[in-house]
């Protein structure tokens, strides 16, 4: 095969290897980069340009690639390489007619006396004693005028410090020029060296004013020397010749390429070292988490092999194994239980209140309940299944379980009035909202599904243990206000549980009776302790159970008569569509007034002839329609239903409570005065029904003193677990809280309520505290609060409990949405998260507070209960009188 | 070496040497050329021609007859036999080359020429697709020196003594010459003894109906098929690959410095939807529409994809085929990845240099959308084509780190434009934010518009590509089927273009957004660093890895703030404009003609032996 004819392109063309030669060290070949590729090629593209139509010598032509392009140029090469193996390397790699390659040594040239035109010499006299000689040889082998092209390292600027094992001789530059001239009779001196920078170019011919050569070396990092010559060249090139020397081309070889493939590397090296040091952070905290992980297990298991010992000591008693063996089975059957979701703890424990709080429900029912006709859901009647399989009493097989296992996958019926599809169906949708088996958690948003057992429920009343049953009648008595809602005031933990609570205080601080009468979703029931706190603080509290059950404490003895003959008695079901309630609204009015609730309240109220009868929320307006005449009916709405969803569906969050307007006028109609919880929503109320009363009463709050600056840079937020909250944290945490930290990577964030719940731990700077009995001392750690939900309607109670206590707000819109523009001023708002943190870390800075901090007294006004509740008072005062004559008007209802 | 034994000359059958005359001047000429010592053992049939020259003997009986008897003299001098059959004149230099041809293995039976017409162009071999058509004399040097082969008849040969002397065949056999020589050079194939083809040497044959005279049966005799061996031999003959390659390199060298070579485009890549591979292809076919090579263009389309793409129009002087055309190429370029070995042999049987356009090697790398093939594919092309381009330095790097590419292999990053495809909308404010992709894994639409929509609930995004459920400040089209016009619309409309692909070969959105002076915001690659090196403003570059970093970016963008950018423009020369579809398609041109230029056959051979095996049997038998 024969090379082809090379083609003539206006740039230089590289040769190309026919094969690869491996890099040693000792001479440059093709593919190495960096600065020794610039130092050889640049030579030879130097020499190159002296060879166009000349026969050329390529002295030490090692791999062949300069002869090579050399031989683009020049009428003939021969490349004279001292190792035979490398010469037959270059004649396979570089075939071309007009280039031969021969062995030979540089003292004894195998070319004839004067017959090539120049000789090229590159790196190669320092590689032997015998520079004379071979000198004396380039003058043979050049014909009368010929040039020499040859370049040498300096010494001591070359080698200093890393001196190379393959150079026997270095030569100093006045070396080179005396050995040169020894031959030649001119001669000039280049140095060479790599460069990193930049050039000043100039076309040429140069101007007159244009001087070449100026150097700017840098010495470090502030400065450059300014210089020129060849005097820092590590490399010397020299052009001589017996002739004057023709015209020199000097300049620069730029590799642009090079640098770019250079920095991205760099980049490439930098992420990857970033993407390692990550990872191995990432490592040891999974090692840390893995070791406290592994620390609780070793603690769970040694309590485990405790409690193993023991009962293997008991198991060495006669009869003991026995009884170990029915403890183990017990547990197992346990466990399956808590798997099927069948099983309502809470309800369990609320129907079986002679179980205590340490006994596990599901155990209990296991061991006991399964055969004491207790149930293990409403939807599931124990005695009525065990009737219908009366082999499982014999067999002493769990019902639940072999409804679990058989009888739902047979259609059996669960309880004489569900079928077992619909058992299922609640009974899955409870899971998914929280596994019933355990603790259930508040949520704002019921379940339709959770639907109570309606009708047909016993009413039983009985006191709430440990509170005082004080009938004397209380105080003297003035305006008697009955309050009905789903909300459990007490403690509060949530913002519409604060304001519930804040509302009734300023109520009875204002001389209303007020009784109290609550009746939970499924899930929320309070506990023990609750209740008994909240009846402290309560005098007149009735908790009405989906059950039947209710327990009381109250002053009144009509009322506490009421409640005597409602025990046994059933309560009356009432459909929707008797209610005033659209049609579609059935189940949802079920969830929020079940039978016994509005049995309860109708009850109460018919002993009671309260002046005023409040619900809360609109969902709850049912139980207006048992207000005797002359009570004053009132709706607090907390929230306007058919805009929510507008509001809220854009941030992503859908809204299970969505009304139409139609559908939520014909509830709020069923009132005489409509509290909104903000002027925009009172705009709206006014809008859904404009012949109703419509008043708006925010929430008031104790303004905090003013206390020191925070030392630590603390971000709080105090939240309840509803999706909006949720949604919002979690946002934050993964993308503002990020930026947070960068910037301040001492920055904490404090995370108090039951929203903690639903964020993962682990989160740099963030401290989950879950739920908190005081906040006071967590807002006076804080400098700046967050509220992060994105959307929401109704009042940002958390916005103003922080203004409140005098630390400075970053929301987002909706989280100002009701607080007026005097107010909203001293919160920033934010609309995208990046925004949002850099807000943040303005105000993490210590003294934002200031501003409000020197408005205290003014907030102190404006969150005053008489503030506040000023149009509620009067509205009151209003509606009551327009009810009823002026004798029986209480005192506490004068406008 | 042995010299010429003896020297057989057929002057049958040549009108122009059917006097005496005429054939004692031919007789005389070669004497000239092959000196005095050859004997000329000539087979005539023609009028007495008198006293014979010195060292002349005649047969005038039969082919065989004389064939026989020219061996025989062969055998007896220590010496090579030369055949020549009709009116050729080897000079001596040529029988020299090849009688050395004969040097080279023992087992070479039989040494033969090429054969120059008038013209000094080249008669093809038998057996060619065209055998009338010459090979031009300047591919001559691209030829290997020899084939190795089987027997063929020729109008000059050299036949190796010890073959010779084995010559069997019955001399009362074949009454013509080729037909006895066939026999002959058979028969001593079936011995071992092969022929060479030597191309370094040229022996004019001006004035002959054909150098490979096809053996008849004689005359009046009916045709006997061959037997099987030699049916063989012939299929080897005409099968082997250089035939092929002489189908191919009859386009390698202009035959003038101004005609145009013939190239094949192939946009088979092109699919019938909007898509960055399509994008590519039709910018560089409009490139070259003004770069105006001094090619013959023909661009090879999938059918559906012309009706979408309409490429005529993009480039009216190309042909746009849509089926493979049986003609030859100098060059073939594929302007997207091949995905199938199939797909490089087709364009490897068609053209002298091979070039394939790597916009990325994400098919490989996601193991999915691709192929099995398409990792032998690219291993294949890596190795042994003639050129590789690459739309990034990137794409280079991914490829090459997966594929090693052999030494000489030219490789070309050609970019695609960078430059603003209008002024549309350059100076406007923007409206939303635009999320920049499709429907693969690898773009990262979904999550991306996901983070914006939770983040900037404000604003107003379309996310392009996935099919996505529309909500009150999002907008999802799906990509594919959306014109150029509309895009650029959406990107030229946006406050920020979100690119949040995980790998791009080029990115070309990204340059065109920048040129329309938009903000984008990409996820990090060192891609977008050489992309931005080749881009001009009004637009910024900003780089996100994780999601807040994306919402920092986002919301910088959208405010005009600082932020630190991917610088633009640091790799164009000071002053320079980006890059058009023209500087693309030049940088291209330029590959392809180095390809050409630089084209010698030994890669062509080296592909043309691995596709063989690639599609060979493994039986035996």
New interface residues.
């Given amino acids: 095969?024969?090379?082809?004819?090379s083609?003539e392109d206006p740039a230089v063309?590289l040769p190309?290897?026919?094969e690869?030669l491996e890099f040693t060290g000792e001479r440059f070949v093709p593919?190495c980069e960096g600065e020794i590729e610039h130092e050889h090629y640049h030579r030879y593209l130097f020499a190159r340009e002296l060879a166009a139509g000349r026969d050329v010598l390529d002295v030490a032509s090692g791999e062949g690639y300069g002869a090579a392009l050399l031989a683009g140029i020049a009428r003939s090469v021969v490349g004279v390489e001292l190792d035979p193996e490398i010469v037959a390397h270059a004649a396979r790699s570089y075939a071309a007619p007009n280039l031969h390659f021969r062995v030979g040594r540089c003292e004894a040239l195998p070319l004839e006396s004067a017959s090539v035109d120049l000789v090229v010499s590159f790196e190669t006299l320092e590689h032997f004693e015998e520079q004379r000689r071979f000198l004396a040889e380039v003058k043979r082998v050049l014909r009368p005028g010929g040039l020499l092209v040859l370049s040498s390292p300096v010494r001591g600027v070359y080698s200093l410090g890393n001196p190379n094992p393959f150079h026997v001789r270095e030569l100093s530059r006045g070396e080179l020029e005396a050995l040169v001239r020894s031959e030649f009779r001119h001669l000039v001196c280049l140095g060479q060296t790599p460069v990193v920078g930049s050039a000043l170019l100039a076309d040429e011919p140069l101007p007159p004013a244009i001087r070449t050569g100026q150097l700017f070396w840098r010495r470090d990092d502030g400065s450059f020397n300014r210089g020129g010559g060849t005097g820092l060249a590590p490399y010397l090139v020299v052009v001589a010749s017996d002739a004057p020397l023709p015209p020199l081309r000097i300049g620069l070889l730029h590799d642009?390429?090079y640098m770019?493939?250079l920095?991205?590397r760099v980049?490439?090296a930098q992420?990857a070292c970033d993407a390692e040091r990550q990872r191995c952070a990432d490592v040891l905290a999974a090692q840390q988490s893995a070791s406290e992980r592994l620390r609780a297990e070793l603690a769970a298991r040694t309590d485990e092999l405790r409690d193993l010992r023991q009962r293997a000591e008991q198991a060495a008693q006669p009869r003991g194994a026995a009884r170990l063996w029915d403890s183990l089975h017990r547990r197992r059957l346990a466990r399956r239980i808590a798997t099927t979701g069948l099983f309502d703890a809470a309800y369990y424990r609320q129907t079986n209140p002679d179980l205590g709080d340490a006994l596990d429900p599901i155990r209990h029912y296991v061991k006991y309940g399964a055969w004491g006709g207790r149930d293990p859901h409403p939807m599931f009647d124990t005695s009525y299944y065990l009737a219908q399989e009366p082999a499982l009493v014999r067999r002493r097989e769990n019902p639940l379980l072999h409804f679990a296992r058989v009888g739902a996958a047979e259609g059996r019926r669960p309880h004489p009035r569900y079928s077992a599809e619909e058992y299922l169906r609640a009974a899955r949708r409870s899971s998914s909202a929280g596994s019933p088996a355990t603790a259930p958690t508040r949520t704002a948003a019921p379940s339709r599904a959770a639907t109570p057992p309606p009708s047909a429920v016993r009413l039983r009343p009985r006191p709430i243990p440990g509170a005082l049953q004080d009938t004397g009648g209380g105080a003297a008595r003035s305006a008697v206000t009955l309050v009905a809602t789903h909300v459990f005031p007490y403690p509060p933990r949530a913002g519409n549980e604060y304001r519930i609570g804040r509302m009734i205080r300023w109520l009875r601080a204002t001389g209303h009776e007020v009784h109290l009468v609550v009746c939970p979703l499924p899930g929320e029931e309070p506990g023990p302790e609750a209740l008994e706190r909240a009846a402290r603080e309560h005098p007149d509290l009735y908790l009405c159970g989906r059950d039947g059950e209710v327990l009381h404490a109250t002053r009144r003895p009509e009322a506490l008569a009421a409640l005597r003959a409602l025990a046994g008695t059933r309560a009356r079901t009432t459909a929707a569509a008797a209610r005033g309630a659209p049609a579609r609204l059935a189940s949802i009015e079920r969830t929020f007034c079940p039978d016994p609730f509005l049995e309860l309240v109708a009850r109460l109220a018919e002993a009671l002839r309260p002046d005023v009868l409040l619900a809360n929320y609109v969902f709850t307006s049912a139980v207006l329609a048992h207000a005797p005449a002359g009570s004053l009916r009132v709706i607090d709405t907390h929230d306007v239903f058919s805009t929510k969803a507008r509001k809220v569906?854009?941030?992503?969050v859908p809204d299970d409570l969505a009304l139409t307007g139609e559908e939520e006028a014909a509830l709020l109609r069923r009132a005489d005065l409509l509290v909104a919880i903000q002027p925009e929503e009172e705009r709206e109320l006014r809008a859904l029904v404009p012949d109703r009363a419509v008043v708006t009463a925010g929430v008031d709050f104790e303004v905090a003193e003013p206390a020191p600056a925070p030392r630590d840079p603390i971000a709080l937020y105090v939240g309840s677990r509803n999706g909006l909250n949720v949604?919002g944290l979690r946002?934050f945490l993964?993308?503002?809280?990020?930026?947070v930290r960068r910037v301040r990577p001492d920055a904490r964030l404090l995370i108090a309520g039951p929203v903690c719940d639903a964020v993962e731990e682990g989160v740099e700077g963030v401290e989950l505290l879950g739920r908190v009995e005081r906040l006071e001392p967590l807002y006076a750690r804080a400098r700046v609060v967050v509220n992060p939900a994105?959307?929401g309607t109704g009042l940002k109670i958390k916005t103003v409990e922080a203004l409140s206590n005098l630390r400075p707000v970053v929301a987002w819109p909706s989280g100002v949405d009701g607080l007026g523009d005097e107010l909203a001023a001293l919160c920033a708002v934010a609309?995208?998260?990046?925004?949002f943190?850099r807000k943040v870390l303005e105000r993490l800075d210590a003294g934002a507070a200031g501003e409000l901090v020197a408005r205290r007294e003014h907030l102190a006004r404006r969150f005053s209960p008489e503030h506040v509740y000023a149009a509620l008072r009067a509205a009151l005062a209003r509606g009551v009188r327009a009810r009823l004559p002026r004798a029986a008007r209480p005192a506490a209802l004068h406008a | 070496m042995a010299p010429i034994g003896c020297a057989l000359i057929d002057l049958t059958g040549v009108p122009e040497l059917s006097t005496p005359a005429a054939a004692l001047r031919h007789l005389a000429a070669l004497r000239d050329r092959l000196g005095p010592e050859p004997p000329l053992h000539v087979f005539w049939r023609g009028a007495p021609l008198g006293a014979p020259p010195p060292r002349v003997w005649l047969s005038r009986v039969s082919g065989a007859r004389a064939l026989a008897g020219a061996s025989a003299r062969v055998a007896a001098s220590g010496g090579h036999l030369l055949v020549l059959l009709g009116a050729v004149l080897p000079g001596a230099a040529a029988v020299d080359a090849l009688v050395d041809a004969l040097a080279l293995d023992p087992l070479v039976g039989f040494a033969q020429p090429r054969f120059a017409a008038a013209s000094g162009d080249v008669w093809p071999l038998p057996g060619s697709a065209d055998p009338l058509a010459l090979l031009p004399r300047r591919v001559l040097p691209l030829l290997p020196d020899r084939y190795l082969t089987t027997e063929r008849v020729a109008a000059c040969l050299v036949a190796r003594r010890e073959a010779v002397a084995s010559f069997a065949a019955d001399p009362d056999g074949g009454t013509e010459l080729p037909e006895a020589l066939r026999s002959e050079l058979s028969l001593a194939r079936r011995r071992g003894f092969r022929t060479l083809v030597v191309n370094t040497v040229t022996v004019a044959a001006a004035g002959i109906a054909s150098p490979y005279p096809r053996p008849g049966p004689p005359a009046g005799a009916a045709e006997e098929p061959p037997p099987p061996d030699v049916r063989r031999a012939d299929d080897l003959f005409t099968r082997a690959a250089h035939q092929r390659f002489e189908a191919v390199v009859v386009h390698a060298r202009r035959p003038r410095p101004e005609a145009a070579l013939p190239v094949l485009l192939d946009c088979r890549g092109a699919s019938p939807r909007h898509n960055g591979t399509s994008d590519a292809i039709l910018g560089f076919l409009g490139g070259l529409r003004e770069v105006a090579p001094a090619w013959e263009l023909d661009a090879l389309f999938r059918p559906e994809a012309v009706d979408l793409h309409r490429p005529a129009s993009a480039y009216p002087g190309v042909r746009v085929l849509t089926a493979l055309p049986e003609r030859t190429y100098a060059a073939a370029v594929r302007l997207d990845q091949p995905w199938h070995l199939s797909t490089v042999a087709e364009l490897h049987r068609r053209a002298c240099a091979l070039t394939f356009n790597i916009l990325d090697t994400i098919a490989w790398d996601v193991a999915g959308a691709g192929t099995l093939d398409v990792e032998r594919a690219w291993r294949f092309v890596a190795e042994r084509a003639d050129g590789l381009l690459f739309n990034s330095a990137f794409t280079q790097g991914r490829f090459q780190f997966r594929f090693p590419i052999a030494p000489d292999v030219l490789q070309t990053v050609t970019h695609h434009a960078t430059g603003a495809p209008g002024a549309t909308g350059r100076d406007r404010p923007g409206e939303h934010l635009l999320v920049f992709g499709n429907d693969l894994a690898h773009k990262g639409v979904a999550a991306t518009a996901a983070v914006l929509r939770r983040a900037f609930p404000y604003e107003r995004i379309v996310a392009l590509g996935p099919t996505l459920d529309d909500g009150p400040n999002l907008t999802a089209l799906s990509s594919g089927r959306l014109p150029a016009e509309e895009i650029e619309r959406l990107v030229a409309g946006a406050r920020v273009v979100v690119f949040p692909s995980f790998y791009e070969g080029f990115g070309l959105p990204v340059a065109q957004a920048l040129a329309l002076g938009r903000p984008v915001v990409v996820r990090a690659s060192p891609l977008w660093w050489e992309i931005a090196g080749l881009s001009r403003g009004p637009g910024r570059l900003l780089e996100f890895v994780a999601a807040h970093e994306l919402v920092e970016q986002v919301a910088r963008a959208i405010a005009g703030e600082p932020a630190p950018e991917v610088p633009l423009g640091g790799g164009l020369p000071a002053g320079g404009a980006p890059l058009t579809w023209r500087d693309c398609a030049r940088t291209l041109v330029d590959h392809v003609e180095r390809t050409i230029a630089g084209f010698d056959g030994r890669r062509w051979f080296s592909r043309e032996h691995v596709l063989e095996l690639a599609t060979a049997g493994t039986a035996e038998g």
């Fill in positions: 095969m024969r090379q082809s004819q083609v063309v190309t290897p026919g690869p593919g642009h390429p770019a493939r920095l991205a980049r490439d992420r569906v854009q941030f992503g949604r946002d993964a993308l503002a809280w990020p930026l994105a959307a609309t995208d998260w990046s925004a943190a």
